[in-house]
């Protein structure tokens, strides 16, 4: 039987595999642009998994992916706390659970619309 993830895993995962006589992983190393496209699928995948068990196990995975995103980009961590405060500051937290519902107004905008149509939206995710 064989079955088929085509997924980036831990480092660990394929020894692990392996220590099975009746076992063996086939993986091979991603080059720096798949290793890119793979973490972001990862992220996804890690969002997913945390938003159907809410558990502090794959809070800490989505954790290691974005670890793994920002060592990928030479992003530190001080960048990032920069980032948020900024953010914080022009458009606030989420600290008073304010739900959208939507917006009117007399005239299309761009920036709307393109937010409206991600392709993560159309995808129901």
Excluded: C
């Excluded at 064989?2 to 063996?24: H, Q």
């Excluded at 938003?51 to 809070?59: D, P």
Aim: glycine share 2%.
């Amino acid at each position: 039987m064989k079955y088929v993830y085509n997924k980036l895993v831990r480092d660990k995962i394929p020894e692990e595999i392996n220590k099975k006589s009746d076992r063996k992983a086939n993986y091979r190393i991603l080059d720096d642009n798949e290793y890119l496209k793979e973490l972001d699928k990862k992220l996804f995948e890690e969002a997913h998994e945390f938003v159907e068990e809410h558990s502090t196990q794959e809070l800490a995975d989505l954790m290691e992916v974005i670890g793994a995103i920002m060592k990928a980009n030479n992003i530190s961590l001080d960048d990032v706390e920069v980032a948020r405060n900024i953010k914080n500051e022009k458009k606030g937290k989420f600290e008073n659970k304010i739900y959208l519902i939507d917006v009117e107004q007399d005239y299309a905008d761009d920036r709307e619309e393109k937010e409206l149509n991600k392709e993560w939206r159309k995808n129901g995710n």
